[in-house]
């Protein structure tokens, strides 16, 4: 796998709604004497590379929206008004509902949707992330044996 290559497959693991549970199992089947570990690697790195930039950048930008926009204020206010009610009690356990949530590998279940819901709910970072992240090795792991069983037996 060449340069080029590596940066790919990290920029498409961090693209939204194809994200590194798509990115992997495709590079594992276009690069097949590419080394497993650094294609694991290369495409966790870069999906949890949009995570932490999701995580950290959400908040600031949605104070930056409400404070020069009516429009973004009352979508915002009601918003946090309607899903903040619970946010305690919430903000523990409802991190951990961040994992099968990422971990079922269907189109709109992926990170960068589990960032928006853990910004909406509250979620503080640590928990975010940590539940994110075990999500999407669990939908790496899905995603990768099965397209891997698929391909060995139509290959043969």
């Known amino acids: 796998m060449d340069l080029l290559s590596a ?3 990290f920029v498409q693991s961090a693209a ?7 990115a992997i199992p495709a590079a594992l089947i276009t690069y097949p004497e ?3 570990t650094w294609i694991f690697a290369l495409g966790l790195l870069g999906n949890l590379a949009a995570v932490v930039v999701l995580l950290l950048f959400l908040e600031p930008v949605s104070i ?7 429009l973004f204020e009352s979508f915002f206010s009601w918003l946090f008004e309607r899903t903040r009610r619970h946010s305690e009690s919430f903000e523990h356990w409802g991190a951990f509902a961040l994992v099968p949530f990422v971990a079922v590998p269907l189109p709109v279940t992926g990170s960068w949707t589990a960032c928006a819901a853990a910004f909406v709910f509250g ?7 940590s539940a994110i ?3 999407m090795i669990i939908a790496v792991i899905i995603t990768t044996v099965t397209t ?3 391909s060995t037996l139509i290959t043969g």
Do not use: N, V
């Not at 979620?123 to 992330?129: S, V």
């Open 7 to 9: 940066l790919l497959l």
């Open 16 to 22: 939204p709604f194809w994200e590194a549970r798509y």
């Open 34 to 36: 590419a080394s497993i």
């Open 64 to 70: 930056f929206l409400r404070e020069r926009s009516a």
């Open 123 to 129: 979620i503080r970072f640590r928990y975010a992330f």
């Open 133 to 135: 992240t075990a999500g």
């Open 148 to 150: 891997l069983g698929i």
